[in-house]
């Protein structure tokens, strides 16, 4: 006996709630993705909704981003449009006394809260859909084991069998490695035929049988549908339209949103260059790059001179050399050169002496009398401020003998 084709939505990572930046606009970017999310799934009126955790940032969104998903929520609703999720690593519970917020929202009927259900599933009609919740202890595959085994999923053979689950697992194309991530694909409970993954905010889809699991179905990350960190600014935005025949044949497509920021990440290398260089060459790089609305990333990589520090790179002059972009976002990876052996000071003022000692060399390396000693003239540059201070003339005239 054949079941009843289904069309149903996978996706994950919304993070309602992010101001990133600390701006405001990037807040109303988050919600203007979702909005234009359910858009398209009003258009495509699929047979359900499956969020894989995440919906939100924060375990305990404000009131304005409560009201927001509320409403797009209830668009959904009056389409009749089922809406199924489970928590994330953002979004749930911060303890079992408050609870996570999609349990308020599955009471008022925007949404089933898969694991608030006997069983932690529910069927729609010839789906059945089991969701597990963020697994937050470090012996996450211990914890998958106990919740499978408290709550044991029932997929019937005859019907189309999803499971949701919110935690990387460690597949090579994903570049997490088993002991980060301490689930694999082959610890997941067997007998589905579409694995609903969030959590990894690159989306990613690949064949059952690639990691040895029974099925011609899917193991699928829809990744996220905002950039909620610059190191994803590449990987597109969107959700997956599940599309399942009714011999169980699976067609997969990916839906993109067009409506999200642009982000713009580069790499240079300061190398060789002094903070003031670097600093001036950074603005006139993001100067050329400047487009309107656009996040900018400046990664700035290389080696310092001897005695320069980070802090010393001019970052306020390159973030704003943009006179288009939202904001620029520079991210310091540079290194400070290891300085022969610094002089020792008196515990008294050792930062400030330190620090004092690290600028006088540069200075003098760059600009040195001939003949004369660059750490020599730092060392004392240094030295004399003390008897300057105290009016010690002759630990002064004595320094200063003691360059000639």
């Not at 990744?223 to 011999?247: M, P, Q």
């Amino acid at each position: 006996m054949s079941m009843r084709p289904l069309e149903f939505i996978h996706m994950a990572d919304v993070h309602l709630g992010y101001a990133q930046y600390n701006l405001e606009e990037r807040l109303r970017d988050f919600e203007r993705a979702f909005r234009e999310a359910v858009d398209k799934i009003l258009d495509i009126k699929p047979d359900f909704v499956l969020i894989c955790g995440d919906l939100f940032h924060h375990p305990r969104p404000s009131n304005e981003t409560l009201e927001f998903a509320i409403e797009q929520l209830c668009r959904l609703k009056t389409a009749r449009i089922p809406v199924l999720a489970i928590d994330g690593s953002h979004d749930s519970a911060p303890n079992s006394v408050t609870g996570t917020i999609l349990r308020p929202l599955d009471s008022a009927g925007l949404l089933t809260y898969l694991p608030k259900r006997p069983g932690s599933s529910i069927e729609l009609g010839d789906c059945y859909i089991y969701g597990i919740g963020y697994l937050r202890s470090r012996a996450r595959k211990a914890e998958l084991q106990e919740y499978v085994k408290e709550v044991p999923p029932t997929p019937d053979p005859s019907k189309f069998n999803v499971m949701a689950f919110h935690t990387a697992l460690s597949i090579g194309e994903l570049g997490i490695p088993r002991h980060a991530a301490n689930i694999g694909p082959s610890d997941l409970p067997r007998g589905f035929d579409y694995y609903a993954g969030g959590h990894i905010h690159r989306p990613f889809l690949a064949r059952l049988s690639e990691f040895g699991l029974p099925g011609e179905g899917y193991l699928a990350y829809s990744g996220s549908t905002e950039t909620v960190n610059y190191r994803e600014a590449s990987f597109d935005k969107g959700f997956f339209l599940v599309r399942v025949s009714a011999d169980k044949e699976v067609e997969v497509e990916r839906i993109k949103l067009e409506g999200t920021r642009k982000f713009v990440v580069f790499e240079e290398d300061i190398t060789g260059l002094s903070p003031s260089e670097a600093g001036r060459q950074l603005a006139e790089r993001v100067k050329a790059l400047d487009e309107r609305g656009a996040v900018i990333v400046p990664i700035i990589t290389g080696r310092l001179p001897p005695g320069a520090l980070r802090s010393d790179v001019d970052l306020g002059l390159v973030r704003s050399a943009a006179e288009l972009a939202l904001t620029v976002r520079p991210v310091v990876r540079v290194e400070e050169a290891e300085l022969e052996e610094l002089p020792s000071f008196s515990e008294e003022r050792e930062d400030l002496k330190t620090r004092a000692y690290r600028y006088f060399l540069e200075a003098f390396r760059n600009r040195c009398p001939e003949g004369m000693d660059p750490e020599k003239l730092a060392r004392t540059a240094v030295e004399i401020l003390d008897p300057l201070l105290s009016g010690d003339k002759e630990k002064v005239r004595s320094l200063l003998e003691g360059l000639i």
